[in-house]
């Protein structure tokens, strides 16, 4: 990343993964990796010896992970389920029982016994070329490194006996690292490594601490004590700046300070427009525990919960009873309001353990989300029955993902049929009139929603994926991230036909892809007449500030200017001048990164 010429010091700059400015003092936090100095053969007496240590070191890594996890603060807990898989990998008999094997049969100490298991595992993900796979590599990396520290008999420093205010910074931060943070100290972080979808990076947004990752030398450059400002927002660093800069920082600070404050502060107020139309904002959730951030932000219920984690934290599949009582709590919680919960969406970027051996040439093409359950129909009625008996609890919808034709439908609603007999006949009780409604997210769901919106009660346009597949483009590969165009006259065309086609059926639709929570979409969308929008849960408040600013009217106008551009830049940056105009006093907020 770039380096440039600021204040009396230089500046930096990373990837941008948590937003806000800090300015504070550098606590460098030595995470250099352990070397294996010493990779010997061992004599036969020795090797008993050898093991035990090994044993040892790994029953103590299992101990330290235990604790953090224990002690993780309340607003990560949703992510234990990292540590939980640490706990499984030294489980694993690839990683622990293969280092026993090497130091019992090849008599090497145990430190080289535990390298070669790593590279075998790394050989094996090698095979897979998946990114998830290939973060999970990671997993297996940092769990190494700490047996290894243990075998060393060294002393890590940990992040939660930090008790001054400072903005930490390292080489990287493992997930224990990051879940066992002293938040009330930590103002930030900032590291050489990592990506956009790091644990560090994800922790980082779940904790509201700014954090800038990928900055490659930043332990290098600054030392102990040095003073640093840190632009979450733009993944700036200033090491060393002069007063004017530290003046000019503490007035940024301030001003998005009050901007959040006062958006945050009429969150509750409905998104209705200037003119009286009223739009229903709800959240994006993936965890039981994101829905009293939801509420906490003005979610008028939640438009979609994405299902997997239960399942991906799950050793087996989970059992009706767990999922039961998760879709049951999360109802009442959020009752009167609605949550839309998806079935599951396996698949693509995510999948389940014991289905990991399957390899598809193309996952984003494959078994995925409903064809995955169409082809499980144990797994997708076990899910239907949890969530048709937790319908009787709260307002329940359920929400088909990634059909692509009306058979597809059909079959998930005669499976759902057959589910709502069995409980019919076991006298259990469900919301006999529980709407149903389906992502529209492939193409040629768009093509046909006129004939799909017959049999549903709402569509919800899912842009994440009808953006990947409209245009071609694997969105978790960072190599064509910038053909990722919300804006492309292609995909908003597709998006009014689909509007138009649950219009004309009298159905509602809403949108629930990361489209929903971007402030400069919020006037093409209303414009277009979506009943509901439903974002991750911080973006909220601003989206319901935008649409109380808006005249439907106007905005209606405006979209006939905005359809006549036929490219994605020339749409965006006239939206850009027509936001500008519109809510000046949130420009600094709106137009920040850009
Ligand atoms: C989408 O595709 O837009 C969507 C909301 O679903 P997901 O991101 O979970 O695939
Ligand atoms: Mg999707």
Redesign the pocket.
Known sequence: MSQGQAGKGHTLKGIAVSPGIVIGRARLVDRSRVKILYQYLIGERQVKQEVERFKEALAAAKQQIIDVKNKMPEQIKHHAFILDTHLMIMDDSMFSNATITAILEEKINAEWALKKSVQNIAKVFAQIEDEYIKERMNDVEYVAERVLINLAGKEQESLAEINERVIIVAHELSPGDTSSINIGKVMGFITDAGGRTSHAAIMAQSLKIPAIVGLETVTHQVQDGNLLIVDGTTGEVFLDPDDDMIIQYQEKQLEQERIESSIIRMAHLPAETVDGHRVAVRANIEFLEDVAAAKDHGGEGIG?Y?TEYLYLKARGMPKEVELFEDYKEVAEIIAPDPVTIRTL?MGGDRFLPDKAATKETNPALGLRAIRFCLREPMIFKTQLRAILRASAFGNIQIIFPMISGLQELLDSRKILKEVMDDLDKEGIAYDRKIKVGI?I?VPSAVAVADILARHVDFFSV?????IQYALAIDRVNELVAYMYQPFHPAILRMIRQVVQAAKAAGIRVAL??EMAGDPLCTLILTALGFDELSLNSGGIPMIKKIIRSLSLEKARAELQEIFQQDTASKVRELVLNKMRGLIPELDKKLFVAN
């Open positions: 979609l994405r969406d992502m997210e899912g842009t994440n994926d009808l629930c892809g």
